[in-house]
């Protein structure tokens, strides 16, 4: 499979292997990621769980091209079992989640870092949540994630603007934990800080991550439902056609608010 399980002692180490296609998530993908962040979750020899990827991009998010003629109950049914799913195992994890990125998180890419409980990057990290340029909504938990770190005005801009963040932007903001010199260090420090946190205190950990969630409000889990309800319904839209058409094409696109 292209989305990797290993385990190194008492850490789980997921990594998105599909460099070629800039380790862009296809369907069986992310499924596959969320099962195995399901069976990391419930096995208690594993404390801690690492999630990183190949090549010099993270992810650069969903395939587009699988799901644009889905209908509305086939899109909602896919996003339950797959991205919805990952950041969902990813908060509800009782045990320490990192993230390792290094090029570009984009969309789905960005909210598997998103929902993590620490993300280190390089330099060369950017992130950017492009969906308003394709009239979709951003998803897997993106609205979420960003409102809450950064609040709703910035949260908005980011969203509508859909730009790149730059990795020293993206520290100031909060998005980063900890900024490392270059990929070497990267994969290093990933693995030396997830064998540290697997030695420590899981479940103390754990209820950390529970009263964080807790004390914002709706739950991700009301949040995620309101989504599913809303995104499937965007890829009935002219502009979403016009914005999947433009990308294709590569032009500007021309939408009609409709």
């Known amino acids: 499979m292209s989305v990797r399980l ?19 998530l296809d369907a069986d993908m992310r499924v596959e990621c969320a099962r195995h962040l399901q069976q990391l979750s419930g096995d208690t020899d594993i404390r801690a769980v690492l999630v990183r990827a190949e090549g010099s991009t993270f992810c650069a998010g969903a395939d587009l ?38 090029g570009a998180a984009i969309g789905l890419g960005w909210s598997i870092a998103l929902a993590s409980d620490i993300v280190l990057a390089t330099p060369g990290a950017q992130f950017s949540m492009p969906f308003a340029r394709w009239g979709m909504v951003a998803d897997c938990g993106a609205a979420f994630f960003l409102t809450r770190m950064v609040g709703p005005l910035k949260a908005k801009d980011l969203l509508f603007s859909g730009r790149k963040i730059e990795a020293e932007e993206a520290l100031q903001l909060g998005f980063i934990s900890r900024l490392v010199a270059d990929r070497e260090a990267l994969e290093r420090e990933a693995l030396e800080l997830a064998r540290e946190l697997a030695s420590r205190p899981t479940v103390a950990f754990g209820m950390m991550k529970h009263l ?3 004390s914002q ?31 294709v094409e590569k032009r500007p696109a021309r939408f009609k608010g409709e």
């Open 65 to 102: 091209g699988q799901f644009a003629q889905q209908s509305i109950p086939a899109a909602r049914n896919r996003m339950a079992r797959g991205g919805l799913k990952i950041v969902s195992q990813m908060m509800s994890a009782d045990k320490p989640v990192i993230c390792a990125v290094d």
């Open 212 to 214: 964080v969630a807790r």
């Open 6 to 24: 290993e385990v190194e002692g008492q850490v789980g180490i997921i990594t998105i292997a599909r460099p070629e296609r800039r380790n862009a």
């Open 217 to 247: 409000s709706p739950s991700l889990e009301e949040f995620l439902r309101e989504e599913m309800l809303i995104s499937p319904q965007m890829r009935f839209t002219h502009d979403f056609k016009e914005g999947i058409q433009s990308f």
